[in-house]
């Protein structure tokens, strides 16, 4: 009988990212991580995935860290790994399209402190929000990850999802991401998909899902049999719910297959004990919701991810609405098929539920229009798969002519502007590009930054002029 081939399936680890982003809001700090890093580089990841997303902004405000040192210091303990983060296309880690110097910049300071793979995506999927990231991570030696945003309407054949893996491949890109941010990716329909992507292009695929829906797990063993070569998983201790399917419970399936990771079971088990106390913690302390942790199959229904689910939820509460949830479901679908049918992912989840909010509690659709629905329904934000509801279009911007330009292209060059603003905080080079994203959480860490190093300052002079017995 012949050997069956062996295509073990390579893993890119998300609990220093995606998977407490996804449960417990970011908070996991540098500190918590680092005495752990000698076991994760030990275990053979294709990558871990510890940068990008959600972790710049929620390092600055809310755990008082710079982002750019917790880079280094990873860098510093991953010896054997490659790092990995993920990349808004033009809007970086920010919520505004950027010019292209600083998409440019922020590209090459990324590279240089550290990231290996750069996993861009554009909550439109217009590669013209890409093609400068991709330029650039080309430039720099770093491999440029494509992901589709991956999501479900009338718009999304099969042909669809073949044709922009093929633009995909031909625009650079060293490997491609089926970004399914919502747990819609169920298992049959991954087998389809994975088999026509493999016969359409020829660098490999990676599969990142969530848990949400409950389906993640069989998805991702239907994926690799169809031939995806990377599947995105996370620690149990922050596995499942909002987050990935656990690392150990797919290290388990495919053992003994063609498709074995060859991970010691042991030293998996070794870190998720690290990381179960963090867990409880979170639970304790109501960082981590319960709710996030169940299956939610209305995801299918509604295809609005965890986040934004959360998002609505808190919405509402402070609106005092909350008896409306229902109808603001409901009401998503509708708003996202008037702004052409994007996938829901960050920023465009945001903007079409912040959107459905207020349609529903001001009792008129579009009675109140929000500035980024009107930047949508602009072309400001790009090209989306489907043509806008023209009704809604003339009720919310009137006659003005829409833009159907790569958005960027009307932004001029902005890093010496920033640079002037900021000059008088800067301590290194990447502290432009922490400003251009977030400028007012810039602002406060950078004054927080120096009143820390002037009480350590004044510390040590206290000790040498003998105010402290040495």
Known sequence: MAEIEKKPVKVVETILRDAHQSLIATRMSTEQMLPIIEKLDKVGYYAVECWGGATFDASLRFLKEDPWERLRKLRDGFKNTKLQMLFRGQNILGYRPYADDVVEYFVQKSAANGIDIIRI?????DLRNLQTAVKAANKEKAHAQVAMAYTLGDAYTLDYWTDLAKRIEDMGADSICIKDMAGLLVPYKATELVQALKETVKIPIDLHSHYTSGVASMTYMKAVEAGVDIIDTAMSPFALGTSQPATEVMVETFKGTPY????????????????????????????LNPKNLGVNIK?????????????????????HAEDKFYEVLEEVPRVRKDLG?????????????????????????????????RDVLSGKYGATARPFNPEVQKKCIGDVEPITCRPADLLEDELDKLES???????????????????????????????QKTKVD?????????????
């Not at 995506?121 to 999927?125: G, H, L, P, R, S």
């Not at 995801?299 to 609106?319: H, I, R």
């Not at 603003?421 to 930054?449: C, G, I, N, S």
């Not at 004044?458 to 040495?470: C, F, I, R, S």
Request: include cysteine; hydrophobic fraction near 35%.
């Open 121 to 125: 995506f554009d909550c439109m999927n």
């Open 260 to 287: 074995d990771t060859g991970f010691d079971q042991q030293l998996l088990a070794e870190i998720a004990d690290y990381f179960r106390p963090m867990r409880d913690e979170a639970l304790d302390t109501g960082l």
């Open 299 to 319: 995801t299918l229904l509604y295809q609005v991810p965890g986040g934004m689910l959360s998002n609505l939820t808190s919405q509402l509460k402070e609106q």
């Open 341 to 373: 049918e994007p996938p829901l992912v960050t920023p465009s989840s945001q903007i079409v539920g912040t959107q459905a909010v207020f349609n529903v509690i001001m009792g008129e659709r579009y009675k109140v229009v929000t500035k980024e629905t």
């Open 421 to 451: 603003e900021m000059a008088q905080y800067k301590e290194q080079d990447e502290d432009v590009l922490t400003y251009a994203l977030f400028p007012q959480v810039a602002m406060d860490f950078f004054k927080y930054r120096q009143a």
């Open 458 to 470: 004044e510390t040590v002079a206290d000790t040498k002029n003998g105010a402290y017995p040495v």
